[in-house]
């Protein structure tokens, strides 16, 4: 059974996978280690292609991280703050990854900062 979501302390593995409730998009953790949100074509990715990260991880202080089998962060949402209650991130019926705190949005795939890939 697929999910479209992550909550506190979840993590993917590569070959994981995240699908939208309505099945039009999937977020890959593929193999060669890149997370990429996909319809028909890719839209949107971490752009660690390449890279030896392992797992992504949803931090119970709310920051989205890739590690590498070290442990040391290779990629990260920057959105870590203590003590939040609640943290989940979402794959969204328009292809959006979105992150939530204490039910805010705080960061989004279709926001993403330079360190991010938009694909088009």
């Known amino acids: 059974m697929s999910r ?5 302390h979840d993590e993917l593995r590569r070959g994981d996978y995240l699908m939208s409730n309505n099945g039009q998009w ?5 193999d060669d280690a890149n997370f990429v949100i996909y319809g028909w074509k890719p839209v949107w990715a971490s752009d660690t ?4 990260v392992v797992r992504l ?9 890739m590690y590498n089998q070290c442990d040391t962060a290779e990629w990260h949402t920057n959105s870590a703050k203590p003590s939040c209650n609640m943290c989940c991130l979402h794959l969204t019926d328009d292809g959006n990854l979105v992150l939530y705190r204490n039910s805010k949005e705080i960061w989004s ?12």
């Open 26 to 30: 999937k977020a890959v953790f593929q």
């Open 4 to 8: 479209n979501y992550m909550s506190r």
């Open 109 to 120: 795939s279709g926001s993403a900062s330079s360190s991010m890939k938009q694909c088009f």
């Open 57 to 65: 991880c949803m931090q119970a202080d709310c920051n989205l991280v």
């Open 49 to 52: 292609s390449g890279s030896d």
